[in-house]
């Protein structure tokens, strides 16, 4: 069984929105919950967590989900000290601080930004605070975007050397159709194959920006680097810990360089 000490949690836009499209504060505080424990038993964490531009629409009242790039700023810009005072508040429960950081391609293109950016981390980490990422979408252009936090969090999860990445969503896990062609959850995979590509291609999720395309995208990156990637349900209590201590749930994507 692998031993996951160094961790980063995604956590989508499906995990934090609720029934009525605001942010799912109480599912928040109980992933904050689980994190806490984790880090408590001595283990690094690092969350990628959307959910600004939804925190942002809510308090504007906009009737229904920005779609231009204007507007999407504008909610990201109201919403994004909404959703880290949601994340303090939670996390302030369990004596644990918290710390923004706000990226885009530039921290990661250019060399001393990207050295910059993992000694701020690795600091962060070392003082046992936890460190909330975001793209800083309020003012991310496409020529510095990464477009999506499924990506990002890969690249978080190789800027600070981690051993596990999870995502989590929507679905139980990556599904991919059986002899029956009936879409069945995989709970381990070894490679990224055109067969699970071509699966990835499928719907998966209503809430979020990629969808399951841009996961099987993270997890290559993760894989690549020796990471191990896995995919769970957000809203399954205890799944968090449970792949970390390898029992059959959810998906995970086992790199070469991982540690048996």
Do not use: W
């Amino acid at each position: 069984m692998s031993k996951f000490n160094n961790i980063v949690i995604k956590i989508g836009s499906s995990t934090l929105t609720n029934k009525a499209g605001n942010l799912d504060t109480a599912n928040l505080k109980r992933i904050a919950g689980e994190l806490a424990g984790l880090i408590r038993s001595g283990k690094n964490v690092t969350v990628v967590s959307s959910g600004a531009i939804v925190s942002g629409s809510d308090r504007l009242k906009f009737n229904k989900k920005p779609k231009t790039i204007l507007e999407k700023q504008v909610a990201a810009a109201v919403g994004q000290s909404l959703l880290m005072r949601e994340y303090a508040r939670a996390f302030d429960e369990h004596g644990i601080t918290v710390a923004q950081i706000l990226l885009t391609r530039d921290e990661v293109a250019n060399k001393e930004r990207y050295l910059n950016t993992r000694n701020t981390l690795s600091k962060l980490l070392k003082m046992g605070v936890v460190p909330i990422v975001n793209e800083n979408d309020t003012v991310s252009v496409e020529e510095i975007k990464i477009g999506d936090n499924d990506n990002l969090s890969a690249i978080v999860a190789r800027l600070i050397g981690a051993d596990l990445l999870i995502m989590l969503t929507d679905v139980d896990g990556f599904m991919m159709p059986d002899e029956d062609g009936k879409l069945r959850v995989v709970h381990e995979i070894k490679e990224i194959s055109r067969k699970t590509k071509d699966a990835a291609g499928h719907p998966s999720t209503h809430q979020g920006v990629g969808g399951m395309i841009t996961k099987i995208q993270a997890a290559q990156i993760c894989l690549n680097a020796g990471i191990d990637a896995a995919i769970a349900n957000g809203r399954t209590s205890g799944i968090i810990a449970g792949i970390i201590a390898g029992k059959k749930v959810g998906t995970i994507f086992r790199s070469r360089g991982s540690r048996k």
